[in-house]
């Protein structure tokens, strides 16, 4: 633990933790908010044929079209999630 | 009711599993600058290797926050997540360069400066917010004394000394810390 505090090595600590890119701090904190979309859109593909069969032929465009715009890492998986079933 | 700033990481655990996002919002914020450090300074990931453990890292949290026993252990699980996810970043993809490479020996160093940077910010926090932002634009974001100047609208000549005078505070605050913890183990 820190014993002693010369303003340099204080300089120096506080240069180590750097803000994050902002844009990553964003979308983890969308998380819960990409969740939920994971979750509906998983939900409406196993209850509507229709839409399955649509995300199935192009799911970006599928997703659009509905209005949903999940970040990539959702659409991963959701790609994943149809494939799997 | 608190704030989630001003939360303990075991009660911002506990409304994160109750559904609360902006207690969500605090914990990535809180220790986002870690997890980043960790990846670019401890183990050296490339900025699309360190984007990629640092979204899964949170990913992960938030699907698992229910495993975690013990809201307090936080800051630890956190940094077990990351390195793993570091180490499998370093191994998996394709490198030459073995995990003993990429870190070097000053790489456990290096990681001891993290926890030691981030006990800092910690007492950071209980500075004035007049302080904790002009040390955070000073040394973590790299913003010039003109810059500085102009974002808050103090003359350029008196950055330096508001500078030294917050590190002060700083330096107080950190051996006052120090002293209350000495105090309690003995």
Redesign the interface.
Known sequence: ???S?D?ER??E?????????AS??R???E???A?RTFDEIVARAEADLAFREALVADLESALALEGYEPDG?IVAEIRARLTES | MSTPATLSDADLVQRCRA?D?EA??EL??RY??????ICV?GFRLSDEDA?DV??DV??RA??RLETLRDGSALKPWLAQLTRRRCLDAISGGGREQSVEEVMGDEGSSDME??E??????EA?AGLSEACQDI??RF???DQSYRTISDELDIPAGTIASRI?RC?GK??TE??GR?EA?DGSSE
Do not use: C, H, K
């Open positions: 633990m820190t014993r505090f303003e204080l300089g600590l506080l240069r180590l933790l750097r803000p994050a890119p990553w701090v979308a983890a904190q998380l819960p908010y969740r890492r | 559904g996002s969500w919002n990535v914020e986002s600058r870690y997890v980043y450090a300074r984007e640092f979204q949170f990913t938030f699907m400066e993290i030691e940077a981030f006990a800092v910010r950071v040390l955070d040394f973590a974001q030294a590190l700083l330096r950190l051996e120090n913890a």
